[in-house]
T-cell receptor, first 114, second 109 residues
Framework: DAMVIQNPRYQVTQFGKPVTLSCSQTLNHNVMYWYQQKSSQAPKLLFHYYDKDFNNEADTPDNFQSRRPNTSFCFLDIRSPGLGDAAMYLC?????????????FGPGTRLTVL | RKEVEQDPGPFNVPEGATVAFNCTYSNSASQSFFWYRQDCRKEPKLLMSVYSSGNEDGRFTAQLNRASQYISLLIRDSKLSDSATYLCVVAGNNRKLIWGLGTSLAVNP
């Protein structure tokens, strides 16, 4: 089945220790998104790619970086995680050719910062 | 005013009840509207898109009122498995999704 996959599902890191979260998709969608979601809050968009075009949200901290080496993969790098970065990180995809704006989510990576 | 507003609930209803959620949005230029469902500690999943003419999928009915900038979701014959948070989502012409904070539903036996 076509899907969005995130690895790892759970990530524990130490304060200040860089971490990379990965996302892959078999949907062949042009657009990939990274969201951060904290408890009882709505998902917050960090950045997204239209193909290779990177779009950063104005309020995304510099601590968060992303890479999209090809259509299928997208990475979220947190350079120096702080306690406030503990959250669920959600990857989503959508197709410019498909139903406008419908986004398909991966299962998320739950990040714990010690 | 928040861009997308929902009553956070929680809504506690017995099995078999009918329950309705409402959502208002502030941007009259919004193009697309959705309801997502999110279970505890899981990812959001698309429940249904919302069209001006209203649409129904089994026990779920969604309505859009552009004049009042209002979206609704009706769940009939509630099941225990319907317990979740229901997120109202609106998209503008920049294709970004604006999320409500969600309405929590608990269906009780």
């Amino acid at each position: 089945d076509a899907m969005v996959i995130q690895n790892p599902r759970y990530q524990v890191t130490q304060f200040g220790k860089p971490v990379t979260l990965s996302c892959s998709q078999t949907l062949n969608h042009n657009v990939m998104y990274w969201y951060q979601q904290k408890s009882s809050q709505a998902p917050k968009l960090l950045f997204h790619y239209y193909d290779k075009d990177f779009n950063n949200e104005a309020d995304t901290p510099d601590n968060f970086q992303s890479r999209r080496p090809n259509t299928s993969f997208c990475f979220l790098d947190i350079r120096s995680p702080g306690l406030g970065d503990a959250a669920m990180y959600l990857c989503a995809t959508s197709s410019l050719a498909g139903t406008a704006d419908t986004q398909y989510f991966g299962p998320g990576t739950r990040l714990t910062v010690l | 005013r928040k861009e997308v507003e929902q009553d956070p609930g929680p809504f506690n209803v017995p099995e078999g009840a009918t329950v309705a959620f409402n959502c208002t949005y502030s941007n009259s230029a919004s193009q697309s509207f959705f309801w997502y469902r999110q279970d505890c500690r899981k990812e959001p999943k698309l429940l249904m898109s919302v069209y001006s003419s209203g649409n129904e999928d089994g026990r779920f009915t969604a309505q859009l009122n552009r004049a009042s900038q209002y979206i609704s979701l009706l769940i009939r014959d509630s099941k225990l498995s319907d317990s979740a948070t229901y997120l109202c989502v609106v998209a503008g012409n920049n294709r970004k999704l604006i999320w409500g904070l969600g309405t929590s539903l608990a269906v009780n036996p």
